[in-house]
Each structure stands twice: as structure tokens, then as C-alpha cells.
């Protein structure tokens, strides 16, 4: 059992999400930093699918009731085990009564904690993960609160790592400041002026502070649509179209004043123009940015796109591999 003495600005019970539900307009949710999540739960000794906790900005300070390997990964911070500093990325031994506090982030948007067996809160249509719009899954449906206990499951791996443990650091992404998102162009291109496509590639865009898990807000250039008479079932705005899937990723340009990169607590669909998606591989990285941020788009194919998803899942194999093999020794 974890009893949290303080919650952290923001921390969720999450895992890989709640695929499968868009048909009742239910978005995945889950770690927005899958591989980080992954990572932990790896360094923990537990299955992938497990529940860790996402940590948003600045960490909690939790007790704990019995014996436990831990990991955080993602964004890094001052990790603190009884008062005395211990690294991320790693592998560490918490005894019983021990107190570990994750402080501020001091690269990215979010950590992740992952505990040996995983976090057991109740699952909702087979998720652990938390949609607090909806107030479901997680903890009660919300971010922990002073005096939340959090039960330890059993959600176990087929190998342990050794105390100690940890990924390389090659294999860690690189998290915040300047970075590129690659982006296949959507359904709904034809939208947009082709100069409004040039100077969005062209463009760097800054992350908003009014960001959260629904989509990043990126400030850049105002963008312009194609005239056209509205059709049956679309609003009068230049931006609106007949309603559309939203798929995770999916950058809309409402009015065409900003761009809104969706994450995985975003609306299933709506009426507004997408102009495209970014690649699931740039997903965790998209997740990570904060204000105030940059960010370049970069077109690519769908075959493009897939090898960075082959390129992405190499990664984790190699953590996999790597991990594996240190717990043999």
C-alpha cells in the first residue's frame, strides 16, 4: 500500500489507455509519454500494460507500507528517498515506511512512477487510466489528493531487474526545448490555402502555458481557408467542416488563429478542419513540451511514418533486451 502525504501538482493513475471506445465517444486516455511509461514499468519488473502515476510538473511525496522496487522516468527531477537523493531511470529499493518525493521536473511536462506489480486502482471498461472530464478510471475519477492510499497489484514481468538497473542513456528521449514533429497531411488539407501550408511547415510554433492532456495550444502563424459556400451540416466559420474523426495527434486550426496539437483526452470528433497528424512516434515527444517550447512541423508520408513507428518500437526493444539482460547478473 502507498499513502500519498502530498499529491504533486497534478498526479494521474495511468496506463496505455482505454482503447476501443470511440464508437461511444470515449477517448483512449492512458500515459500521454508512452514510452517513458513503458521504461518505468520495465525498470520496475512489471508488465508494459501496468498502471504507473503521471506526474505533471512537480511530483508527490508518498509513503509506503511495505517493500517495493520503483522507477521514474520521463522528464527528469529531484528524486529524494528519505531525504536523500536517488537517480531516475534507474532501478531503486524502497524499504517499508520509506518516503519517496519526485520534486520539480526540471526537462519535460511529465514523469512516470512506476512501482513493482503496478498500480491496482479499480479498472473502468478495462483501464486503470484516469479521464478526469468524465471522472472515471484512476483514483476516484481525479488527480490524488493528501490521505489517497493506493493499492500494489500484482501486474508482474517475466524477468526482474537487479537494484540498479537502468536505461541507457541513449535510449532516453530528449525532452523539451526546440524539437521537430513529423506530420502526415489530412483529409481536410484541401482547407487550406497553399500558402497557409507552406508557411505552417515553414514556421516555428511557441507551446502555450494553456496546454493540458486535451492538446498542446501552439502559437504561430494565423492560417487562411480556401473560400467556399458551406456545405449542408457544416457551421458558417471558415474553419468548420461536416463533423470528422479526431484522431490522437490531429493538429485543428479553429478560425484559424491556433493551432491545437489533440492528446489522448481529446474529443473523439468535431467540426473543425485538421491539417494533418502527427506520427505516432512523435507522440511522447508532443506530450512533453511546455511553455514555452518550440516546435517545427515536418511532412512525411504514411510509409514514412511507419518506419518511424518500426524505428520507435526498435527503441523499446532494445531497452527490453538491455534490461533483460542485466537481470541475469
Not at 496506463?15 to 486516455?29: F, H, K, N, T, V
Not at 537494484?163 to 481536410?188: I, K, M, N, T, Y
Not at 494533418?276 to 508532443?286: E, H, I, M, N, Y
Amino acid at each position: 500500500m502507498i499513502t500519498v502525504l502530498t499529491p504533486g501538482a497534478r498526479t494521474l493513475v495511468q496506463d496505455l489507455g482505454r482503447d476501443g471506445q470511440y464508437a461511444i465517444g470515449l477517448p483512449p486516455s492512458g500515459a500521454l509519454d508512452q514510452y517513458s511509461h513503458r521504461c518505468a514499468n520495465l525498470l520496475a519488473g512489471n508488465q508494459e500494460t501496468a498502471a504507473t502515476l503521471e506526474i505533471t510538473m512537480l511530483g508527490p511525496e508518498l509513503r509506503f507500507t511495505e517493500p517495493a522496487l520503483v522507477a521514474v522516468t520521463g522528464g527528469e527531477a529531484d528524486v529524494h528517498l528519505d531525504g536523500l537523493p536517488a537517480p531516475c531511470w534507474r532501478t531503486l529499493f524502497v524499504e517499508a515506511g520509506q518516503v519517496l518525493r519526485i520534486g520539480a521536473l526540471r526537462t519535460g511536462c511529465h514523469a512516470y512512477l512506476a512501482v513493482r506489480g503496478g498500480i491496482a486502482t479499480e479498472p473502468f471498461l478495462g483501464s486503470r487510466s484516469t479521464y478526469q472530464s468524465s471522472a472515471i478510471g484512476g483514483h476516484e475519477g481525479r488527480p490524488l489528493a493528501a490521505g489517497d492510499t493506493l493499492p500494489i497489484g500484482d501486474a508482474i514481468g517475466d524477468f526482474l531487474p537487479g537494484e540498479g538497473s537502468s536505461v541507457d542513456p541513449l535510449l532516453r528521449p530528449a525532452l523539451g526545448g526546440q524539437q521537430r514533429l513529423r506530420l502526415v497531411e489530412g483529409l481536410c488539407r484541401h482547407r487550406f490555402t497553399d500558402k497557409s501550408v507552406r508557411e505552417f511547415f515553414a514556421s516555428t510554433f511557441t507551446v502555450s502555458a494553456e496546454s493540458d492532456r486535451t492538446g498542446r495550444r501552439l502559437l504561430g502563424p494565423a492560417l487562411r481557408f480556401v473560400d467556399r459556400e458551406a456545405p449542408f451540416g457544416a457551421g458558417d466559420n471558415p474553419s468548420n467542416v461536416v463533423d470528422l474523426g479526431y484522431p490522437v495527434g490531429s493538429v485543428q486550426v479553429p478560425n484559424g488563429e491556433e493551432a491545437i496539437c489533440l492528446l489522448r483526452d481529446a474529443v473523439t470528433g468535431g467540426g473543425y478542419a485538421t491539417i494533418g497528424t502527427v506520427v505516432s512516434a512523435d507522440l511522447d515527444v508532443l506530450a512533453q513540451l511546455k511553455a514555452p517550447d518550440t516546435v517545427r512541423f515536418v511532412p512525411v508520408s504514411i510509409d514514412q511514418a511507419v518506419a518511424a513507428r518500426r524505428e520507435r518500437r526498435d527503441r523499446l526493444n532494445h531497452v527490453r533486451r538491455g534490461l533483460r539482460l542485466l537481470s541475469l547478473y
